[in-house]
């Protein structure tokens, strides 16, 4: 059994001389020791292989990391499909050990030629009759696959998937530089930041580029292949040098660079372009002589900008009355725009500009059935600027210029982005999932010490209420009841689910890919409302749903308020717009309040926060009263309880209590650093959310 090199588990395929995984043809590096780890199970498959086995087994003589087995369980599973709830393939026995409950299927070294030569003789006359009749049913299957099932449409076919980074810091941004010598991508350094990064494409050497962690967005290159140009939040009374900074309060973004060549020799400090500006800028692309093209929001919308470096001049390249445009590529083969934006009527649309932002063409973008209205089409062109490709639930799709959306057969359904290779037949991108779990704390521990594990460390911050490797969050206390409602994706797509007595019940059925971002309990306890293929759908507890038709699509629901009123959001065309829905009457009442994140009401006053974490307080009823900045509070994990504000500090991790003037009352209690996203409160019960893992690499299809 020591000379083997190949062995089977669950239709996976495990190769130790290469340390790969191999699923058909998607194949992962996997790190030896996983692998080792792997093997020792298998070799003793269905036995209950003991933590002390396995550590002197594996790391005999070496000093290990805490958690280093567990994190390799974790890489199984994640890699074989199976997870902690399941446990279809490894079995853990709590405090004893791991067991391996898959079948195996051994592949023993090959023979001598001289041994067993009649067996071979044997052998060699049924292989030609073998292989044909083989090859004939898998011509057939094929075919009948791509007649029946495969759309006609569909234009191209990716079938490998090769891996190419392999790590617990979750990696995102992935590019190709001009000659496709390396792959650039971002990589999580802990604390919402991360560092720019190459690595070699053939040696596989990575570098890091960026001297410090830091805020940075997507990376393209200049026209001449020198420098890197992306986005970077920063200190607005910083210098030109962007470094670290903890000022929340004078954040914001700019266009920054990065010598390439010089970042490969020893990590560098990228450099401003583009004066720090408190409004939003996206995609900052470079043009030729020193030019920069990117969106920049002004007065709640985004404009097509363009700046130049030599004369430090802005101008306004393109912008658009009424449609709200979101996204935007250039295509610097035939020097032009792609621009696409939202119409108040909730059309998407692509529009063409030459290089100097004259229209050449505006047409509909027809979205699939199962995709929302609000959904954003990020699309870049492609290598050979013809077409533009972009991602939808998950999804692969071509984006022709006349505005029509063709799917790709890939192997992934996962998709987080993707680039085209600059040869124009391959393509680059980030797939992957977030593993985040749903956590009860008692408010009132005494213990103040703080946690400083990161982000896929695989160590719980606190005990998890049911673990599993899907995505759960906003959990929420039932009014006069014993439930905890949340939502989950671990039956393949967001459902919203109930917790009692540790039983979990699916209250939401609907077959569409639709993210639900928000839920309500109504003021009773007894119904449920959320917002489903651009509806509001209300549920009772035993999963009996009705449809609540309005005349414009919803986004989002946040508070149930009283009996017959709910907070809503839709976009108006502007984002998350705020609207009252009176329930009697399915009337929608605006409250004239843009990008809205969450909402609250207590009694007359309105609470609210916005899509960048601020709050404001107003009075409610007066639509066009003004609203105070509470400036003490983060609405990124922020909740309303007893007529009190709950807030996390973004720095500190602490949870703090508030009056609702956004006065600080007490600190509640520590929180941990993957751990703070807080959401409800119930006899000194914390809930929260905490991330386990993100689960993104970088990949190439071919």
């Not at 805020?215 to 026209?223: E, N, R």
């Not at 109930?498 to 890919?513: C, E, F, G, M, P």
């Not at 066009?624 to 009190?644: C, E, I, R, V, W």
Request: hydrophobic share 35%.
């Amino acid at each position: 059994m020591s000379e083997v090199s190949t062995f089977h588990i669950a239709g996976f395929e495990i190769n130790l001389t290469r340390s790969t995984i191999v699923n058909h043809q998607y194949q992962t590096h996997i790190e030896p020791k996983v692998l080792k780890v792997l093997l020792l199970l298998a070799q003793r498959q269905n036995e209950v292989v003991t933590h002390q086995e396995i550590m002197a087994h594996v790391w005999a003589g070496t000093e290990v990391v805490p958690n280093a087995l567990q994190r390799c369980i974790a890489i199984l599973r994640k890699e074989l499909g199976d997870n902690a709830k399941e446990q279809k393939i490894i079995a853990t026995h709590p405090k004893i050990g791991y067991r391996l409950i898959a079948d195996v299927t051994w592949h023993a070294p090959n023979k001598p030629a001289a041994q067993n030569n009649e067996s071979a003789q044997v052998t060699s006359l049924k292989k030609p009759v073998l292989y044909t009749l083989f090859s004939l049913v898998l011509v057939l299957i094929v075919t009948l696959l791509t007649m029946s099932y495969w759309p006609k449409e569909t234009a191209s076919a990716f079938q490998t998937v090769s891996v190419l980074t392999h790590t617990d810091a979750h990696e995102s941004h992935a590019i190709f530089n001009p000659d496709a010598s390396y792959l650039i991508f971002n990589r999580y350094a802990g604390a919402c930041k991360s560092h720019l990064w190459a690595k070699h494409h053939t040696t596989g050497e990575e570098t890091q580029l960026t001297k410090h962690a830091g805020y940075y967005g997507a990376t393209s290159f200049t026209p001449d292949g020198r420098e890197l140009v992306f986005s970077a939040k920063t200190d607005c009374n910083n210098t030109p040098s962007i470094t670290e900074t903890n000022s929340e309060n004078n954040a914001c973004w700019s266009i920054a660079t990065l010598d390439f060549a010089q970042a490969l020799s020893a990590p560098v400090a990228p450099q401003q372009r583009f004066l720090c500006q408190a409004n939003n800028l996206k995609k900052p692309l470079a043009l030729s002589n020193h030019n920069y093209i990117f969106l920049h929001s002004r007065a709640g919308k985004y404009s097509l900008m363009r700046y130049n470096d030599l004369n430090k001049s802005i101008q306004v390249m393109y912008e658009h009355k009424q449609d709200v445009i979101y996204h935007f590529d250039y295509d610097t083969r035939h020097q032009r725009y792609a621009i696409i934006s939202r119409s108040p009527q909730l059309n998407t649309y692509l529009t063409l500009l030459d290089k100097n932002a004259k229209l050449l063409s505006k047409n509909p973008i027809k979205l699939p059935n199962n995709v929302s209205k609000y959904t954003n089409v990020l699309a870049n062109f492609d290598a050979q600027g013809n077409a533009l490709l972009t991602i939808l639930n998950g999804h692969l799709y071509t984006l022709e210029i006349n505005g029509h959306l063709t799917a790709q057969k890939t192997p992934l359904s996962n998709f987080v982005s993707v680039e085209q290779h600059p040869n124009g037949h391959s393509l680059i991108a980030v797939v992957g999932n977030k593993d985040i779990d749903i956590a009860q704390v008692n408010s009132s521990t005494t213990n103040t010490q703080r946690h400083e594990s990161q982000l896929n460390s695989q160590s719980l911050p606190f005990t998890s209420l049911a673990r599993t490797s899907a995505q759960e969050r906003n959990a929420t206390y039932q009014p006069h009841g014993d439930n905890i409602a949340f939502i989950s994706d671990r039956n393949g797509h967001d459902q919203l689910w109930l917790w009692q007595n540790s039983q979990v019940t699916q209250v939401s059925s609907h077959t569409a890919r639709h993210r639900i971002h928000n839920y309500s309990w109504s003021p009773e306890g007894k119904r449920m409302a959320w917002v489903s293929n651009d509806q509001l759908m209300i549920s009772d507890l035993k999963g009996n749903i009705s449809t609540v038709n309005t005349d414009k699509l919803l986004y989002s629901a946040l508070t149930w308020y009283t009996d017959n009123h709910i907070l809503v959001l839709l976009h108006d065309p502007v984002q998350n717009g705020l609207y009252d829905l009176n329930l009697s009457t399915n009337t929608l009442t605006a409250l004239n309040i843009n990008h809205v994140e969450n909402a609250w009401v207590n009694q007359e006053q309105l609470i609210y926060s916005t899509l960048d974490g601020q709050v404001f307080s107003r009075v409610f009823n007066e639509t066009h009263a003004p609203s105070q900045h509470l400036t003490a509070l983060n609405g990124k994990a922020m909740f309303l309880h007893d007529q009190q504000l709950y807030s996390v500090n973004p720095t500190t991790k602490t949870l703090n209590q508030y009056n609702l003037t956004g006065q600080r009352l007490k600190t509640v209690m520590p929180l941990k650093d993957t751990a703070w996203k807080v959401t409800d409160l119930k006899d000194n019960k914390l809930l929260l959310s905490q991330f386990i893992a993100i689960n993104q690499e970088v990949v190439l299809l071919e």
